[in-house]
């Protein structure tokens, strides 16, 4: 019966410590999953803000690429010159088509521009060279003809170039008439796909797809990150519930969690494309949203783990201290025994702790080894000496001396594990210990005494700060592996998690073998030093300010930064733990909207005209929540009295122009187009001025729609234009008379020149066939001096002959009307260099292109540039042992300069003047052959296409020739 009831606490003890231990675990778990809960709402918060950044850009990239397609396809100009066209005015239809849509197509990134008739035939290709399938237009006709819809814009793969198209199509009236369809093509890999497959974060398997209906599939739209040649082919059924693109057509937006084309989970937002039929997935990997939880779990697996094994080590040894209670109890029951005093000595000195006991009255009657050193009293000096006399013991904290009165407390209440007490020997020495008592009772019950049994701590409470310390260091530094962590030691050695070792690229092995100096930012030293100065001096607990690290690539990370200083029990600085925030990104998006603030006050300060903002609510009401200081000066109003209410404005817009007005306001609000409007408006100071408005507009929330942009007064402009008007009305009419006799005059030398030419070859003809037949049939009648003379004659009227036939090229320059296109001047080049060399030059010339910009030009004439100018290099530069040529393009506020630099014979620049004149020459014909025509030839062509030419150059040491040609097309 006893033997059980000793059992009982022991049960009790195991039960106790297995029910604190399922709650630790417990409590793990529930940890674990709100942390995961809190994970995945952070996910998807960036996984919207990302998709509906996108979601936007796509949207305006549409309506931009549609405003620019209305704005050809409703030009009156066009749509007559295409109505013409089905009259036979084909050749000035197809020149002002080319003229207009060449540079447009280039600047706005369109592959091809088309025009066709209402029954799909092609009357108009920008690239007629290239190959293309006309008959597909016809699928979507009926659409914008038939259906009289005004613009109709989709993607579509195309079988001939084996690759996807985007096509906006749009029908052209004249006169109320259909009298064609536009079609403008683009390639979505230059802009939309790039757009669609960019991520702004690093993530493995993130992704924005785009998909659409078709019939009873869905059809993937873009080019897919795990699958290739996907656009346009890839399908699925609409059966598969748990795919998200089938939850978005089905009308699902936000948030949802299924699975994507490769049957791998996913999070994902839901976006239906405003304006298309398109439907917009932006997804990552459920894999990659909780990889970094995994790291959680381990770390709330391993605290678990440590904590329940303390449990079961407070467990242990509460259970060894029970035993030695009980020990003490049969000690007890023992001398109740009476037993003799040699085996009460010899279990009393075996005994690892220091024993003390006490009579009924509190004097001291045994002392065992240990006590004796840990007290300085011998036994027999501290027999029958009273208890607090040789037991001198004070409370660790109060510093109070525990009088006798608390001393036989102790004995007689068995507390156990009293461990905040310190002892003081005979020598007045100190030593922690940790105290146990009980009283001594006789057969009876009878108090007769106490019995202490006390233990030096010493050596125990250094072992537990160095535990506590050890564990301080692993929570700091791995509580929060979300956020970059770092111990910095006092010799700068750093201990970092995995979070800052990712900030900075570096490995954690690779940091064990960093300085923090090495990678933080140089001029961030000096204040990361004084801060630790500052931590050390104890004039602050932490600290918390900006700071710049040095990445692995070598890339500056701004981080914010907060530290403290952690010491030992003595006060002594033993590390920094320090937290640290990756705000890189926060820094370059405030740097941006510093400068874009900075950028447009500056702008709404400086412009001529009014930058504002005017909204129009559902119910008509009208405001202008912003105008610029210049507001007054062009509608007469201050930005206060429009700021509420702007309807005001209209009743003094001029009585002809309001209804105009209104309807292009309300237009532009239905399409969501850019409204772009003149009018004339009753100004209070000015009177009737013109003012023009050219805003763009987008849809709130709310149903209102607002446009942003600006209103000028063109009151000037309309003016000048006026007399420009009937200014250009009479030069017309001088052009036409000047031009007139200008023609006779140009007919006139033509023929001269033609006339000339021909009486000139002929007896050059006569002489040379005469003075062949004398150096050939009569050889041998001639001497060796006769043959010379005959050889000079025949050199010279070939020489005579390309004279005249350079000089009629000058003449006829000016003659030559100018047909002008796009070129590109690095092709260009490249071809004329192989034309004019052979394999055996280009070997030995070192010959150099930089990048050279396209120009607007002739293409015959500039070739003709291009091949005098190389030509003369490659000739002045042959006799050097290692030619030189390097071609090069400079751009200027309106031009491009370009350059042939050659290390040949080059000149004196006292003769630059002669350079360009006819027959001008500064080499002799016998050092290099040559007319004198070439470099006149080259000035008439760069001065019609309103360019110069200059040249400069040193005798012997090479030469430079600089054409420049206008930048914009004239």
């Known amino acids: 019966m006893e033997s059980t009831k000793m059992l009982r606490p022991g049960v009790l003890m195991i039960f106790l410590s297995c029910l604190i231990s399922l709650m630790v675990a417990y409590g793990g778990y529930a940890f674990y999953k709100i942390q995961k809960k809190k ?28 405003s620019e397609l209305l704005y050809f396809s409703r030009n009156d100009e066009f749509a007559g010159l295409i109505a013409s066209f089905h009259n036979g005015n084909k050749d000035k239809s197809f020149n002002f088509f080319d003229k207009n849509f060449s540079l447009f197509a280039s600047n706005h990134e369109y592959e091809n521009i088309f025009i066709l008739t209402p029954d799909s035939k092609i009357i108009y290709n920008l690239n ?46 004249y006169n109320n008439k259909q009298a064609g369809v536009m079609v403008f093509r683009v390639d979505p890999e230059i802009y939309l796909y790039p757009l669609i497959q960019s991520w702004p974060t690093p993530a493995k398997t993130s992704e924005t797809l785009l998909v659409r209906p078709d019939g009873d599939s869905i059809l993937f739209l873009n080019e897919l990150r795990f699958l290739k040649n996907t656009a346009l082919r890839l399908r699925f059924p609409r059966t598969n519930i748990s795919l998200p693109a089938l939850q978005a057509i089905e009308g699902k937006t936000g948030f949802f969690e299924g699975k994507d084309y490769r049957d791998v989970e996913v999070i994902a937002d839901l976006q239906k494309i405003s304006g298309t039929s398109w439907f917009m997935i932006a997804k990552i990997d459920k894999s990659e949203v909780f990889a970094e939880l995994k790291n959680k779990a381990v770390f709330i697996t391993i605290i678990s783990i440590i904590t329940i094994l303390l449990v079961v080590t407070i467990t242990a040894w509460s259970y060894h201290y029970r035993q030695k209670k009980i ?93 905040n007490h310190i002892l003081i020997n005979r020598k007045g020495e100190k030593t922690p210990i940790t105290t146990n008592g009980a009283p001594i009772k006789n057969i009876k019950g009878e108090i007769i005494g106490v019995v202490l049994v006390f233990r030096d701590q010493t050596k125990e409470r250094a072992g537990q700060l160095a535990l506590k310390d050890s564990e301080q260091r692993f929570r700091s530094v791995f509580e929060s592996s979300s956020i970059g962590k770092s111990m910095t030691s006092m010799d700068g050695s750093l201990i ?37 100065q500052s931590l050390i001096g104890g004039r602050n607990k932490s600290i918390d300010f900006e700071k710049r690290y040095i990445h692995k690539n070598g890339n500056v990370v701004w981080t914010r930064v907060n530290t403290a200083l952690q010491r030992d029990d003595s006060g002594n600085p033993l590390f920094f733990i320090t937290s640290v925030i990756d ?15 900075d950028r447009m006050i500056k702008l709404a300060a400086t412009a001529p005209g009014v930058l504002c903002s005017f909204r129009m609510y559902p119910d008509g009401r009208q405001q202008m929540p912003y105008t610029s200081p210049l507001v007054f000066n062009v509608l007469g109003f201050t930005p206060e009295e429009l700021s509420q209410d702007s309807s005001h404005l209209l009743q003094r817009i001029h009585q002809e122009d309001a209804e ?122 001639l001497d060796d001096e006769g043959k010379r003379i005959c050889s000079v004659i025949m050199d010279s009227t070939i020489r005579m002959g390309e004279l005249i036939d350079h000089l009629l ?60 100018l190389l030509s003369n290099a490659v ?26 630099k050659d290390n040949g014979a080059g000149f004196d620049m006292k003769y630059v003047d002669k350079l360009f004149g006819v027959f001008q020459r500064l080499h002799h014909d016998k050092e290099f052959k040559g007319i004198g025509v070439g470099l006149a030839i080259v000035q008439r062509i760069i001065h019609r296409h309103d360019g110069e030419i200059w040249a400069e150059g040193e005798k012997n040491k090479g030469a430079v020739f600089y054409f420049s040609l206008p930048k914009i097309k004239p």
């Open 809 to 868: 090229e000058y003449s006829r320059l000016n003659r030559l009307e100018l047909s002008k296109t796009f070129i590109n001047m690095n092709a260009m080049v490249k071809t004329i260099y192989r034309e004019i060399t052979d394999k055996t030059s280009r070997e030995k010339i070192s010959f150099k292109i930089e990048e050279l910009s396209p120009v607007y030009g002739d293409k015959n004439m500039i070739r003709q540039v291009w091949e005098n």
């Open 660 to 781: 105009h007005v209104a309807e292009s306001i309300f237009e532009s609000a239905r399409t969501l187009l850019a409204w772009r409007c003149e009018y004339r408006y009753n100004h209070p100071i000015k009177g009737e001025i013109w003012v023009e408005g050219h805003t763009v507009p987008t849809r709130e929330t709310d149903g209102s729609t607002i446009w942003h942009g600006f209103i000028t007064d063109i009151t000037e402009r309309k003016l000048i234009e006026e007399k420009i008007r009937k200014l250009n009305t009479y030069l017309e009419n001088n052009i036409k008379q000047r031009t007139a006799q200008l023609y006779a005059s140009n007919k006139e030398l033509e023929a001269f020149a033609y006339s000339v030419s021909h009486d000139l070859r002929t007896p050059l003809r006569g002489i040379h066939g005469f003075t062949r037949i004398l150096s050939e049939d009569y050889a041998d009648k």
């Open 327 to 419: 020990y003490i109890q049969l000690f007890k029951s023992q001398s109740d025994l009476q037993q003799s005093q040699a085996e009460f000595r010899t279990m009393l000195y075996s005994i690892g702790d220091g024993v003390l006991t006490t009579d009924r009255t509190g004097k001291v009657q045994f002392l065992n080894p240990v006590a004796e050193r840990l007290t300085g009293w011998k036994e027999h000096e501290a027999k029958n000496k009273a208890l607090q006399d040789v037991f001198n013991i004070i409370n660790e904290e109060s510093r109070i001396k525990v009088r006798g009165e608390g001393l036989k407390e102790i004995g007689k209440n068995f507390t156990g594990g009293l461990s």
């Open 39 to 66: 994970t995945e709402i952070e996910k998807y918060t960036e996984l919207k803000a990302i998709a509906d950044l996108k979601a936007n850009q796509i949207v305006q990239w549409y309506n931009e690429r549609i």
């Open 128 to 173: 007629p060279g290239k190959t293309t399938d006309y008959s597909r237009f016809s699928d979507y006709m009926d659409e914008v003809i038939f259906d009289n819809q005004l613009v109709y814009a989709d993607l579509n793969y195309c079988n001939i170039h084996q690759k996807v198209h985007f096509d906006f199509l749009a029908q052209v009236q």
């Open 496 to 532: 970092t998690n995995k979070a800052f070792s990712s900030m900075l690229g570096y490995t954690h092995d690779e940091f064990l073998a960093k300085n923090w100096k090495e990678i933080t930012h140089p001029e961030d030293i000096k204040q990361s030093m004084d801060i630790a």
């Open 583 to 597: 705000i890189t990104d926060r820094k370059r998006t405030e740097e941006q909207l510093f400068q874009e603030r």
């Open 875 to 900: 000739k002045y530069s042959s006799k050097k042992d290692s030619p030189e040529i390097i071609i090069s393009c400079q751009t200027e506020d309106n031009r491009y300069v370009y350059s042939v």
